[in-house]
């Protein structure tokens, strides 16, 4: 199929997008990556008036590895934040995620902002910054604010933006010596969307675990932490018995619908087995 007819305007300033979405409003979508939004247009899923290329806008690119805090321009792509070793260092969990997103075509394009507005529940990035505890700065005309993953999505692929917002950048904050975190999901083939993922976050005094996140992507409408499970590890050396006790409080955190990729049930079994896996990978290394 193709799209419904568009204006198309590639603007020079971050002003002049806030500019455009004054003068368009609901009429006008955000081209980052387009690796979403390029399809549902071919689809008519959606139909705007005006397409907003913002691309070109540098003030939005970049990745700046401080001694607390990780920035992530919002255009920044899957592939530049692999490709940088600081990043890396910083934050591994998201590059042991990126390796897990659709194929190299699309994390050339796709960018971290893109995917976080977009705030699709099956992705992997919101997962990791619910993990990471990270703080999303988003800007209006004549103003700016910060707001925490946790409070960002808001259901399936709704989030806290409102009419005139755009995600500018990404702040996690950097890895401390003593915590580990690791990712890993299920899907039915490479590169498709996960039926469950987890993003893995701890503190490791020896083997006992403190300040765990257990965040998952691909079993609610948004992205998921799973508390009771946490509280389960929390304050215990890791080992079998309690991590038995973890699987078993998953079904008091996840209740996954049925879906064309797996039932309900399914995915529950996988988000245990994820989270014994994930976990015994962190247990076993030496630093994050």
């Known amino acids: 199929m193709k799209p419904a007819p568009f204006d198309y305007v590639k603007p020079n300033s971050v002003e002049e997008v806030f500019d455009l979405l004054d003068r368009y409003r609901d009429e006008a979508r955000l081209l980052a990556g387009g690796q979403s939004l390029i399809p549902s247009l071919n689809m008519r899923l959606s139909a705007p008036a005006i397409l907003i290329d913002i691309t070109g806008l540098d003030a939005l690119h970049g990745i700046v590895v401080g001694d607390s805090v990780l920035r992530i321009g919002a255009l920044t792509t ?23 997103i659709a194929h190299p075509a699309i994390r050339n394009r796709g960018t971290i902002g893109g995917s976080l507005a977009h705030a699709d529940p099956a992705a992997e990035m919101p997962a990791c910054m619910l993990a990471l505890d990270a703080r999303l700065e988003i800007a209006a005309k004549g103003s700016r604010r910060r707001i925490a993953a946790a409070d960002f999505f808001r259901g399936l692929f709704e989030t806290d933006l409102k009419p005139g917002e755009i995600l500018t950048a990404i702040e996690v904050p950097v890895i401390r010596a003593d915590y580990r975190s690791g990712f890993s999901e299920f899907a039915r083939r490479s590169g498709d969307f996960a039926m469950s993922g987890l993003a893995a976050h701890a503190r490791f005094d020896g083997e006992v675990l403190s300040d ?40 008091r955190d996840l209740d996954p619908p049925d879906d064309l990729q797996a039932s309900g049930q399914m995915k529950l079994h996988l988000s245990q087995v994820l989270v014994g896996r994930v976990l015994t990978a962190m247990a076993k290394a030496d630093g994050a």
């Not at 934040?81 to 890396?88: F, H, M, T, V, Y």
């Not at 992507?217 to 890791?238: H, I, Q, S, Y």
């Open 78 to 100: 899957y592939s530049q934040l692999k490709a940088s070793a600081e990043a890396a260092r910083a934050a591994p969990m998201l590059s042991r995620a990126i390796s897990w």
């Open 212 to 251: 765990v996140r257990l965040a998952y992507c691909g079993v609610d409408t948004r992205p998921v932490r799973a508390r009771v499970a946490e509280r389960v590890l929390e304050g215990r050396p890791f080992g079998n018995a309690v991590l038995a006790e973890a699987k078993t409080a998953l079904a």
